[in-house]
């Protein structure tokens, strides 16, 4: 759907948001084991967690919609000839960039002002905001970019090849999902007796 690097920048973002939360995990565990057997806390663990998800949650935005993720809500999709669904697919593909850019236009006028300011957190930790800020930025600057992409990608699809743009930017049909569960099954279960063969 997009330009391959922005789509393995994307992954690569994915994955390391993973282990962030990977990392949080264990960060937390031993704040709860130290609290109860040390009497000792870390402090500023819930400020961290906080960053780690605002952070998280951006890149996941643009990650989730390479993979096709987001909620779409096709009741009436389905009564609509080939023509209509296009259109509404075509406005929800448009509307998603406009909303992107919108939180990425925002997200970095909350970056300036901090940076303008130098403002911290009025936490224990007395983070300076900017770091964080600048990866949530990053994050939704990422998504924005995603979307426009996906935009012009699917406003020349519609024009060259409006056959396919339902198949592409359109939301999967139930019997699509029932299929790729089913494959998804059937990978899980072949695998392990194959291995077992060749054991």
């Known amino acids: 759907m997009m330009l391959r690097p922005i789509e393995n920048l994307s992954r690569l973002a994915a994955l390391l948001c993973g282990y962030a939360y990977l990392g949080l995990c264990f960060l937390i565990g031993f704040e709860i084991l130290a609290r109860r057997f040390l009497h000792f806390s870390l402090q500023g ?17 643009g990650y989730a919609l390479i993979q096709g993720s987001h909620t779409r809500i096709d009741i009436l999709l389905m009564y609509l000839g080939e023509r209509g669904r296009a259109i509404c697919n075509f406005l929800a593909l448009l509307g998603i960039a406009v909303f992107a850019s919108f939180m990425a236009w925002r997200a970095w ?3 300036r002002e901090t940076l303008e300011f130098d403002s911290l957190a009025s936490t224990p930790l007395q983070t ?3 770091i964080p800020q600048t990866l949530w ?3 939704l600057a990422l998504f924005a970019l995603i979307a426009i992409g996906g935009a012009v990608h699917g406003a020349i699809l519609l024009a060259r090849r409006p056959a396919q743009f339902n198949n ?3 939301p999967p049909s139930l019997q699509s999902e029932i299929d790729e569960q089913m494959s998804t099954l059937e990978e899980s279960t072949v695998l392990p007796v194959e291995q077992g063969r060749t054991a």
């Open 109 to 111: 006028d909350t970056l």
């Open 128 to 130: 300076p905001l900017w």
């Open 168 to 170: 592409v930017y359109g």
């Open 45 to 61: 663990v819930d400020e961290i967690g906080g960053y780690v998800l605002a952070i998280t949650v951006a890149f996941g935005f």
């Open 137 to 139: 930025v990053a994050g």
